[in-house]
């Protein structure tokens, strides 16, 4: 053995005097017991996640299966009050400016602050079409698609 290789086997053995007990045979664990092991995480992951649903075997938060809006079924938590603070929690935001912004996620939050020709409905289960905002209709494609009339 060269005198580098006696170097880092010595380097080896320092460290693994350092590890706990029951860490110093983990190579020489057999086979089954890894394949226990990882049988018994992989259960108590599934159990978990089982756990999670909801009653009667449904889990409580929408599932996207069908298109936009299909797991929407209403107004989360309507209220009739003015004014006040909006406080909201969301991902990383490009801009706030509705010229500047290129996240979908970040119109979406523009949607309570800003108004648009035309824009998503909002009315569940529509949530893919489009609809007058400021405009009085949708308006119409003229010379061949290429300009637009209100």
Known sequence: MGEQQQLVQTNLDR???RL????RGVRAW???RVVAAAAIVVLVAVLAVSCLGGSDGRADVPVMSDGAGVGVSG???PSDAT?????VVAAEVDSLDPQRSYQPGVWNLMRLYTRTLVTYSTEPGRT???VPDLATD???TVELGISWCL
């Open 138 to 140: 949708l308006g119409q």
């Open 20 to 23: 706990p007990p029951w860490a």
């Open 30 to 32: 057999p086979v089954r």
């Open 75 to 77: 107004v989360r938590a």
């Open 128 to 130: 893919g079409d489009l």
């Open 83 to 87: 004014g006040g603070t909006l406080r």
């Open 15 to 17: 460290l693994a005097d």
